[in-house]
């Protein structure tokens, strides 16, 4: 079945490390993208790319950092300059056509620093 | 920068009643599109509604029906015949070149 998956769920890290959270989808889409969502604030973005090799910032990419080498995967970095990092995370993607074009979710990943 | 308004944090409905979710939007540009997505509480998020700005016409899918006032840049939501799966938390959104921003979202509860 095609989809898009997020991996893994839930994320434990500890102050001060970098963690990458993952983000693989088997749709053909072309454009990938990368949301944090806290309670009250809705989805904000963070990054998104619509070609291989190539990303823009997103309104709140202080601290997070992508890579997009392969069409399927988009995987985020949280670094340890992201000053609060807890928070829900979703990936999403569509084909290059965003407008209008329909977005699919993956089930996101929990992020908790301890 | 587009902004994404929705001022009710929290609804409550009876079953089988009626429901709007209210949303205001801020842009400059003439041609874009609007969003309804629902997230139920296992957090995957689905698309209830679109609308494209040049159409007039509301769209409408089974119980899901959007009011769209383009020169008040308003968008609701009217949920008819509510059901307890339409239980979630609904979030607005509207995309120009290929950035989607979402609003804060309603919390949709329905009462049996």
Same mark, same amino acid.
């Given at each position: $079945?095609?989809?898009?998956?997020?991996?893994?769920?839930?994320?434990?890290?500890?102050?001060?490390?970098?963690?990458?959270?993952?983000?693989?989808?088997?749709?053909?889409?072309?454009?990938?993208?990368?949301?944090?969502?806290?309670?009250?604030?809705?989805?904000?973005?963070?990054?998104?790319?619509?070609?291989?090799?190539?990303?823009?910032?997103? $309104?709140?990419?202080?601290?997070?950092?992508?890579?997009?080498?392969?069409?399927?995967?988009?995987?985020?970095?949280?670094?340890?300059?992201?000053?609060?990092?807890?928070?829900?995370?979703?990936?999403?993607?569509?084909?290059?056509?965003?407008?209008?074009?329909?977005?699919?979710?993956?089930?996101?990943?929990?992020?908790?620093?301890? | 920068?587009?902004?994404?308004?929705?001022?009710?944090?929290?609804?409550?409905?009876?079953? =089988?009643?009626?429901?709007?979710?209210?949303?205001?939007?801020?842009?400059?540009?003439?041609?874009?599109?609007?969003?309804?997505? +629902?997230?139920?509480?296992?957090?995957?998020?689905?698309?209830?509604?679109?609308?494209?700005?040049?159409?007039?016409?509301? =769209?409408?899918?089974?119980?899901?029906?959007?009011?769209?006032? +383009?020169?008040?840049?308003?968008?609701?939501?009217?949920?008819?015949?509510?059901?307890?799966?339409? =239980? =979630?938390?609904?979030?607005?959104?509207?995309?120009?070149?290929?950035?989607?921003?979402?609003?804060?979202?309603?919390?949709?509860?329905?009462?049996?």
């Amino acid at each position: $079945d095609g989809g898009i998956t997020q991996s893994p769920k839930y994320l434990f890290r500890k102050e001060g490390q970098n963690v990458t959270l993952s983000c693989e989808q088997n749709l053909n889409h072309d454009a990938m993208y990368w949301y944090r969502q806290d309670p009250g604030q809705g989805l904000r973005l963070i990054y998104y790319s619509q070609i291989v090799n190539d990303f823009q910032k997103g $309104d709140i990419a202080e601290g997070y950092s992508v890579s997009r080498e392969k069409k399927e995967s988009f995987p985020l970095t949280v670094t340890s300059a992201q000053k609060n990092p807890t928070a829900f995370y979703l990936c999403a993607s569509s084909f290059l056509d965003w407008l209008g074009t329909e977005a699919f979710f993956g089930q996101g990943t929990r992020l908790t620093v301890v | 920068a587009q902004t994404v308004t929705q001022s009710q944090p929290e609804m409550s409905v009876q079953e =089988a009643e009626t429901v709007t979710l209210s949303c205001t939007y801020d842009t400059s540009e003439s041609d874009y599109y609007l969003f309804w997505y +629902k997230q139920p509480p296992s957090r995957q998020m689905i698309l209830v509604i679109r609308q494209e700005a040049y159409k007039q016409q509301n =769209a409408t899918e089974n119980r899901f029906s959007v009011n769209f006032q +383009k020169a008040a840049k308003s968008f609701s939501l009217k949920i008819s015949d509510s059901q307890l799966g339409d =239980a =979630a938390m609904y979030f607005c959104a509207y995309t120009y070149d290929y950035k989607l921003s979402f609003g804060a979202g309603t919390t949709v509860t329905v009462r049996a």
